[in-house]
């Protein structure tokens, strides 16, 4: 079995702490991206099916909205 010969340092786990947590941070923002786009309807990348109108549909759903432009 491999046994490290020294101490890591203080310093160095903080970095790799951080590291680690960075990935995290920016893997939940770009879900929750996604999830927010999905909801509104701007994704571009992501194609959701439409529930069917009988009522019966199962899982989630994406709500339509209309979007308004301001032309004057």
Do not use: C, D, E, H
């Not at 046994?3 to 920016?26: E, H, L, M």
């Not at 571009?44 to 308004?68: A, D, E, H, L």
């Amino acid at each position: 079995m491999a046994v490290p010969k020294k101490r890591t340092s203080a310093s160095k786990k903080r970095i790799r702490k951080n590291v680690w947590k960075g990935k995290g941070y920016w893997t939940a923002l770009k879900a929750f991206s996604l999830g927010k786009s999905l909801y509104i309807g701007n994704s571009k990348s992501f194609v959701v099916r439409q529930p069917n109108s009988s009522g019966n549909s199962k899982g989630f759903f994406v709500r339509q909205t209309n979007k308004i432009s301001n032309k004057t």
